[in-house]
Each structure stands twice: as C-alpha cells, then as structure tokens.
C-alpha cells in the first residue's frame, strides 16, 4: 500500500489562492473565475466582477465522479454542473455513503470504485497505453 507515503504528505496542501477561490464560489455561488476585486477584474477581466466559467463550451467527454460524503462536491453543484456539460458521458456517484474526498486518492475501495471504471471509461474513449495491465 502506497497509504504511508501519502500519510508522511498530507495535508500536501493547496496554494492559499485556491482556498480563497474557492472561498469566493461558495460565498457568490457562482461557479466563477478569481475575484480580483472591482478595479483589477477589469483589467484581467474586461468587466467589474469575475466572469462564470463557460462549461458549454467543452467539446471533449468529461466523466463526474462524486461522492455523498465529499465536503468539496455538493450535491446541488454536481446537478448543476451536470446539466450544463454538454458531452457528459458519465455521472457517477459512488454508493458508499462514507466515501470522502481524500479516499478518492487514499481510500482502499479507489481501486474498484473509481479507479477500474475509470480506466474502462478511458479504454472506451482512447487508445490505451501499451504499458497499462488491466
């Protein structure tokens, strides 16, 4: 198991500006660029406040994998979020009701949960890599 080492990491962290982003959706629930404030985000921007970002326009398949029990992928925003991707293929919320944030990356049913049908997604979409054993 790799748990060890991304005990001896975590929290690794995030910079203080993505806290702060996201700080700022929650609070404007906006799913919206970086707030500059007023005068900077016209200058970044074009325009006084941080514009929403544009998920219509994604052209390519995006899978949503989600869990109940994941303090940063409400429900609500998962819905909203869903309704807009236009070349969403996959919306998958995992059944188990204790799955949370971090046991996407550390939990020991990743593998079958998330990871396996990822890679199955994947296969579906793309060429494998030759190095890759199912």
């Not at 994604?58 to 807009?84: C, E, G, H, M, Q």
């Not at 020991?108 to 199912?134: C, E, N, T």
Request: glycine content about 4%.
């Amino acid at each position: 198991t790799r748990l060890p080492v991304f005990i001896s990491h975590t929290p690794a962290g995030t910079p203080v500006k993505n806290m702060v982003h996201f700080a700022q959706m929650v609070l404007h629930k906006r799913f919206q660029k970086f707030d500059y404030g007023t005068n900077m985000n016209r200058q970044v921007y074009g325009q006084a406040t941080p514009p929403e970002y544009n998920v219509t326009g994604i052209t390519v398949p995006v899978a949503l994998y989600w869990s109940l029990n994941d303090w940063f992928a409400d429900p609500r925003d998962v819905a909203l979020l869903s309704k807009r991707l236009p070349k969403l293929v996959l919306d998958l919320q995992i059944p188990d009701p204790t799955f949370t944030h971090l046991d996407f990356i550390v939990g020991l049913q990743a593998k079958d949960l998330v990871y396996d049908p990822m890679m199955k997604l994947m296969f579906h979409y793309g060429k494998p890599h030759p190095s890759y054993i199912v």
